[in-house]
């Protein structure tokens, strides 16, 4: 208080007995019981605040019947308020006054008095309702259950509220509460206020909250939904503009006129073309024009920045060194031989001819082959930022091309803003998972966007939807990955040269793990070599028995996880060096998870070992047979398409021919586990062939052959696809022997030299060859008999 005020304060008239000081209220209704902030400004209103904080009286707040009324009369009020005691008095900086008051009881003014610097009233207090009738008792256990769903809808609602709610003895107070936090007009709390009678007040805040939470209830259905595509386009624009606040607040941003010419600056030296500059000097005119206050002014300096920020100039590119990028490939990675050759040659190509349009790179192969990381390492190869997008999934064309900036929250499409994250034009691009490109439907193609956005012939003038110019990717250098090929659209895969990575065998996991994840996994957990060591032995027990895939993904994950453990065990002092050895694993990762699980499973006729092709790079499947007393009937289960079904009949009626048997009192049942996929279907002809004859002949199969081959009704093996990967599965199944159509013999050029020298090969040309091989001949004296 200044000393002005004070000397009129101290001067002012007493007020009679039953007479209240007054404080307008625009827009907010205090209720009994409620704890409420409460800003004056008008200095009526803050001299009502202070001579009651002097005095030590309650307030009466009454709420106007227009907000925006400044110099307010007796009659623009509503005469019905609350007392409220001020339990905080803060006096803000620039001349407001804020007060934390605490709401006491309903009062009705009798008459306004004259003579005071604000409003002074004779008022008569409303009794508070008796509340213990089981009218009200019901409505009240009514509103508590309400109010307990309505603050588990609300998002930001704190915890405590729903113990205070249901902490609640009074029926009037807790309406009185309710009403308080409804999100309705002012005059509506007002109407709520001024209903005395308790049974009619709990119903009108009941039908209120049951509307409200109707409305909760679907937004946040609505708001689960929307969320996320929100968040992510809006949550830059929301954090730039906190950013330019909480600066303003500092004192460190530039204020109004001097950001304009910090944007015109950054603009001018952005280095667009000309066209494009005339465009943005246009629009930072109407931005001038326009102000920045309005929500469109501050839509057109974010879209201003977006254009100053891209890397427009036309640098020259940093020279491809080969040699060096020789060098840095094989740093980062073990093994891959003719892969890297396929990249250096990709990059002389590009060396001689730097302004040619070479084809784009696609790296297909299973997960965790290295596929993300090559791409960043011919990036670093190359002295270039390396940028990825995932394209998984992406439906919406707008992902890619942006959206238009007419639309609320638009932002470049992701390419774009990969660029602007580069600050160079000179950047590694990596679309991963292109094979997951959704498909094009209502919200445009993104396939076809891509396809612009990858096209020598078009990218030069990329249009994205958000900038409206054109911008020249055509110095970028992109890269795609996916894990199969043939789910690629067929336009996109015209215009790349498709790199296969099909997998590693156990010995170069063996070496890529001791050169490469050992080391890195040691890092991350902060331990060094000299007090933690894995054996060889362990590596490949992890290997062998705790993960089976093509990449070594999950081998470093396991790897991370048994360092893990020795980091704790040294930071518990237990011990200084730790040498993890293999018979640890048991302990640390549990029971294997991959032990020998075919000499299990083969152990009893009828169980054969095929080999599949799948996206992740080939597994073995178990094709069970097993027969029940019937009529002589073929029951195939399992996710079998058409062709395999009619593999399965063929592979039966050979079965038939080739064993002699009468099968019409008995009930096949084939069963081919989920995970091969249809379309491999006919490739566990031979298997199913097999796995039929042992269950007949009731001998096993060796539990150490693994078989791939599709069958014809007259008994010869036929080619099948995917041989490599089929072959690295069997590997790593620890199978010895595996069973080709003499067909694909030329295959196993493909194959790694290690799984050549591991497995043996059998190359069938008819059944019969398989059933030598795997089952054996039969017994001499069943021989004679048959
Ligand atoms: N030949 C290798 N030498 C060294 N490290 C390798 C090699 N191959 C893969 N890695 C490592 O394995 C991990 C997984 O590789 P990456 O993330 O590149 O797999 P990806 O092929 O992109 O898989 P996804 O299809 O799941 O994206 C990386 O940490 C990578 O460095
Ligand atoms: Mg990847």
Redesign the pocket.
């Known amino acids: 208080m200044n000393a002005p005020d004070k000397a009129k304060a101290m001067a002012m008239r007493p007020l009679p007995e039953d007479a209240l000081i007054l404080i307008p209220m625009r827009n907010t209704v205090l209720f009994p019981g409620v704890i409420s902030p409460i800003t004056v400004g008008r200095p009526s209103s803050i001299a009502a605040a202070q001579e009651a904080a002097r005095t030590n009286k309650p307030i009466g707040f009454l709420l106007q019947r227009e907000a925006e009324k400044s110099d307010v009369k007796p009659n623009d009020l509503y005469w019905v308020g609350t007392t409220g005691n001020v339990v905080r008095y803060i006096t803000g900086n620039e001349g407001a006054h804020h007060l934390v008051v605490q709401g006491q009881s309903r009062i009705r003014v009798l008459e306004f008095l004259e003579g005071w610097p604000f409003l002074v009233a004779r008022v008569a207090a409303v009794e508070a309702q008796d509340e213990t009738s089981p009218e009200i008792e019901a409505r009240f256990l009514q509103l508590k259950q309400q109010a307990a769903e309505a603050i588990e809808l609300l998002p930001g609602a704190p915890g405590e509220l729903s113990l205070v709610v249901q902490g609640m003895t009074s029926a009037g107070m807790l309406a009185d509460m309710v009403a308080n936090l409804l999100d309705v007009k002012s005059a509506d709390k007002q109407d709520l206020l001024e209903t005395f009678d308790l049974r009619r007040r709990l119903d009108k805040v009941i039908a209120r909250l049951s509307e409200r939470v109707g409305v909760l209830r679907i937004s946040k259905e609505i708001g689960e939904k929307t969320q996320k595509q929100f968040n992510e386009r809006q949550r830059e624009h929301v954090l730039r503009e906190q950013m330019r606040q909480i600066q303003k607040e500092l004192g460190e941003g530039e204020d109004g006129e001097s950001e304009l010419a910090g944007l015109k600056k950054a603009i001018d030296a952005a280095g667009m073309p000309e066209d494009t500059h005339k465009h943005a000097a246009k629009e930072l005119k109407r931005l001038q024009r326009m102000g920045e206050g309005s929500a469109e002014g501050s839509m057109l300096r974010t879209y201003l920045e977006w254009l100053s920020e891209l890397p427009w100039k036309n640098e020259a590119a940093k020279p491809i060194d080969i040699a060096e990028a020789r060098k840095v490939l094989d740093e980062?990675?073990?093994?891959?031989d003719k892969i890297k050759r396929r990249i250096l040659e990709h990059l002389a190509v590009r060396k001689l001819n730097p302004s040619g349009k070479s084809p784009i790179l696609c790296f297909v192969?299973p997960?965790?082959?290295?596929?993300?990381?090559?791409g960043q390492s011919i990036a670093r190869a190359m002295g270039r930022k390396f940028q990825r997008i995932a394209l998984g999934g992406t439906h919406d064309e707008a992902e890619i091309r942006g959206h238009r900036r007419t639309y609320i929250g638009a932002l470049p499409g992701n390419v774009i803003q990969a660029l602007r994250r580069a600050e160079s034009k000179h950047t590694v691009l990596m679309f991963?998972e292109i094979d997951k490109l959704g498909m094009g439907g209502f919200h445009g193609d993104p396939s076809s966007a891509l396809l612009e956005v990858l096209d020598p012939e078009q990218n030069a003038k990329f249009r994205d939807n958000y900038l409206g110019v054109d911008f020249d990717l055509s110095k970028v250098m992109f890269i795609t990955?996916g894990?199969v090929l043939d789910t690629i659209p067929g336009p996109l895969r015209d215009r790349m040269e498709i790199i296969q990575l099909p997998g590693y065998t156990e010995e170069e996991k063996v070496e890529?793990a001791k050169r490469?994840?050992v080391k890195r996994q040691l890092e991350a957990n902060g331990l060094s070599s000299e007090r933690t060591s894995l054996s060889e032995e362990a590596v490949r027990a992890i290997i062998a028995d705790y993960t089976r895939e093509a990449?070594?993904?999950n081998l470093?994950r396991n790897i991370g996880a048994v360092l893990r453990n020795a980091a704790m065990r040294i930071a518990e002092g237990v011990s200084e060096k730790i040498e993890i050895s293999e018979k640890d694993l048991r302990v640390i990762l549990g029971p294997k998870k991959f032990e020998n699980e075919t000499a299990q499973r083969t152990s009893v006729p009828g169980v054969a070992t095929g080999l599949a092709w799948t996206p992740v790079g080939g597994d073995i499947l178990f094709i069970e047979t097993s027969k029940v007393p019937g009529s002589g009937k073929l029951i195939i289960t399992g996710q079998l398409g058409e062709v395999m079904k009619e593999s399965a009949q063929a592979a039966l009626t050979l079965a038939k021919v080739f064993t002699g048997e009468n099968l019409e009192k008995v009930d096949l049942h084939i069963h081919v586990p989920a995970g091969a996929t249809p379309k491999d279907g006919p490739s566990a002809g031979v298997a199913m062939f097999l796995s039929l004859v042992s269950l007949i002949r009731n001998q096993p199969i060796r539990s150490d052959v693994a078989m791939t081959g599709e069958i014809s009704l007259r008994g010869l093996v036929l080619p099948i696809g995917g041989v490599k990967e089929k072959t690295l599965a069997a590997l790593r199944a620890g199978i010895r022997t595996v069973m080709l159509p003499k067909r694909n013999e030329k295959d196993l050029e493909d194959v790694p030299a290690e799984a050549r020298q591991k497995l043996e090969f059998v190359f069938l040309e008819r059944v019969e060859d398989a059933v030598r091989t795997a089952i054996g001949e039969l017994p001499t004296a069943e021989r004679k008999a048959a």
Do not use: M, Q, W
């Not at 980062?332 to 891959?336: E, N, Q, Y």
């Not at 997960?367 to 090559?374: C, I, N, R």
């Open positions: 980062d990675h073990f093994g891959l192969g997960p965790g082959v290295g596929k993300t990381s090559l991963d990955t894990n890529i490469y994840l990449g070594v993904r470093e």
